[in-house]
């Protein structure tokens, strides 16, 4: 079948280049000596992962309790929970899935950790945990040193708790512009080996990790000797918000196929893929994406079912019916809007893999 034949919308992943991708991120990953922990947040797809630990990853990371379940039934070995598990009903879910996979949880306050501590030690079952460091993205996270040595302190208390080491998501490095962004890592690596160090000064033992995990730091994290893991995920795919800070057009892997199905003006065009196909986030160069293959052709506005393509800047000129591929702005958040991909070789269809982690938001 031709992609051109799909109805739409629908979502489309380019097999060559998501296989091109993968293997560059692991090739530089990897000669730098560090472990590739890929997030899976990005394709909730057992297929996707599948490939990533065949080229090379060293286990995988996921956003949701719910999302490490599915992997670990798909028979992924070694999961790392990068968010806080909070509640009775997830601590039981915790402990079971401990028991079938090598698990590693984020913790950054006594609050999350010792109910996991007791609930480890009740059930006799081992769980690995990293503290979350907030390195400047001001969201989760330890602040200072001294937290991350006074919470080190509370971990050993608990048998079941092994304590690995400290990590980080360096988000603000979205914000970030390309002469200010070797500072930025620097200065997150900073505050990291900070407190990594008070651990380890209050502490019996060396740590064993210190993980990073953002696609547009990934190459720049690398060449940092400090770091030993890092967990990149928007790298497979690829979006028109890494376009926008540097990431070259051939790169994007993600595409919505959407249908034109008007023609307001000469430099209009409403598509059948709104918020709803290509998910709410905007970029401020691209809005929520572009024509692959003409970024001067972009999605400006949505509503809920109609994309709204600006084509002032473009020669672009569709016509209704005429279908047309959206580069997303977020090709994360995209994803999570569809029950499958679609997978071409060209412009043939060559598989459909389910997003099989997508409604695990628990």
């Not at 629908?10 to 293997?23: G, K, M, Q, S």
């Not at 730091?217 to 028109?240: I, L, S």
């Not at 034109?260 to 000469?266: C, D, K, L, R």
């Amino acid at each position: 079948m031709n992609l051109y034949d799909l109805d739409t919308p629908a979502l489309i992943v380019d097999y060559t280049i998501l296989e091109r991708n993968i293997a560059r991120m692991t090739d530089v990953v990897t000669t730098a000596g560090k472990v590739l922990r890929p997030h899976t947040k990005t394709h909730k797809c057992i297929e996707i992962a599948s490939m990533q630990v065949k080229a090379g990853a060293g286990g995988i990371t996921v956003a949701k309790l719910g999302e490490a379940e599915v992997f670990a039934a798909a028979g992924f070995t070694d999961i790392f929970i990068a968010n806080l598990v909070v509640g009775e009903q997830k601590l039981q879910r915790l402990v079971r899935l401990a028991h079938e996979c090598a698990l590693t949880i984020g913790v950054d306050s006594a609050a999350v950790l010792e109910p996991i501590g007791e609930a480890a030690d009740r059930a006799g079952v081992e769980i690995r945990i990293l503290i979350e460091v907030d390195t400047g993205h001001g969201r989760a996270g330890v602040r200072d040193p001294e937290q991350a040595a006074v919470l080190s302190s509370v971990a050993h208390r608990y048998h079941r708790l092994r304590l690995r080491g400290v990590y980080t998501h360096e988000g603000h490095a979205y914000r970030a512009t390309a002469p200010t962004l070797t500072a930025l890592c620097e200065d997150v690596i900073r505050r990291l080996v900070a407190c990594r160090d008070a651990i380890e000064l209050h502490g019996d033992h060396p740590l064993e990790v210190v993980s990073v995990g953002s696609t547009p730091t990934a190459e720049t994290m690398a060449r940092m000797p400090m770091v030993t893991e890092m967990r990149p995920g928007n790298y497979v795919f690829h979006d028109a918000t890494q376009v926008r800070l540097g990431a070259p057009p051939d790169r994007c892997a993600l595409s919505v196929l959407a249908s034109v199905v008007a023609t307001p003006s000469p430099t209009e065009a409403l598509l059948d893929a709104g918020s709803k196909s290509l998910s709410g986030d905007r970029d401020p160069i691209h809005g929520y994406g572009y024509v692959h293959g003409d970024p001067f052709a972009r999605v400006d506005w949505c509503s809920e079912e109609h994309g709204h393509l600006h084509l002032g800047l473009s020669h672009l000129r569709p016509k209704v019916g005429q279908k047309l591929r959206i580069v997303p702005a977020h090709a994360c958040t995209c994803v999570n809007m569809y029950p499958w991909l679609w997978v071409v070789e060209g412009e043939s269809v060559r598989e459909r893999w389910p997003t099989a982690a997508r409604d695990r938001l628990q």
